[in-house]
């Protein structure tokens, strides 16, 4: 069964930065391509960031490029997002996502983590 | 950038059938993917390419597209059916994913 398990949210000041973790089982963690999906209330689904299998290639959002980075361990199974330079428009529920294949380019997700709740306030 | 338009709420009889569209220029060109989201739970793919279903998924889930807007479909709608339904394409303008702002489906 595939199985995505976010941590590392919390609440952060204006400025300051944070480590995201998704802990991945099930599967074949290095087949496939993996992604950051944040939810807001007033703003929907946005799609985050994304990064291959082999990690070769990584994409960014334009809200989040330059202050975000997305890298992953596949000896452990392990998704990361990198986030410095918090806004409070950062605020959000962020989900790991399974790509279906090892690249992510005009693919989709198939499997989603339940979310680790990111606060950014004073 | 792209952008998909979907109704905000959908509201039909159980037993009955729901249609929720999902509008975006020439989406027909494009494979769209259908995302239920119900409360404090993570976003389940019902349909891909616009009429695949995953396994697991009952029948009662249809998609199609053509035009200028996409239609999931559900048919002889339950209780437990009730949730955020979410549409999705790939922007090739941008390379990036971009989703619908979701349109919640309630059984009277």
């Known amino acids: 069964e595939v199985q995505l398990l976010e941590s590392g949210g919390g609440l952060v000041q204006p400025g300051g930065s944070l480590r995201l973790s998704c802990a991945a089982s099930g599967f074949n963690f290095r087949s496939y391509a993996m992604s950051w999906v944040r939810q807001t209330p007033g703003k929907g689904l946005e799609w985050v960031s994304a990064?291959?299998?082999?990690?070769?290639?990584?994409d960014y959002g334009d809200s989040v490029k330059g202050r975000f980075t997305i890298s992953r361990d596949n000896s452990k199974y392990t998704l990361y997002l990198h986030m410095n330079s918090l806004r409070a428009d950062d605020t959000a529920l962020y989900y790991c996502?399974?790509?279906?294949?090892?690249?992510?380019?005009?693919?989709?997700?198939?499997?989603w983590g339940q979310g680790t709740l990111v606060t950014v306030s004073s | 950038s792209y952008e998909l338009t979907q109704p905000p709420s959908v509201s039909v009889a159980p037993g009955q059938t729901a249609k929720i569209t999902c509008g975006g220029n020439s989406i027909g060109r494009k494979n769209v993917q259908w995302f239920q989201q119900k409360p404090g739970q993570a976003p389940v793919l019902v349909v891909y390419d616009d009429s695949e279903r995953p396994s697991g998924i009952p029948e009662r889930f249809s998609g199609s597209n053509s035009g200028g807007s996409a239609t999931l479909t559900v048919s002889r709608v339950e209780a437990g059916d009730e949730a955020d339904y979410y549409c999705?394409?790939?922007?090739?303008?941008?390379?990036?994913?971009?989703f619908g702002g979701g349109t919640t489906l309630t059984a009277l």
């Open positions: 996502a399974r790509y279906r294949g090892s690249g992510y380019y005009s693919d989709f997700f198939d499997y």
């Open positions: 999705q394409v790939w922007d090739s303008d941008s390379d990036h994913p971009v």
């Open positions: 990064i291959s299998g082999s990690s070769y290639n990584t």
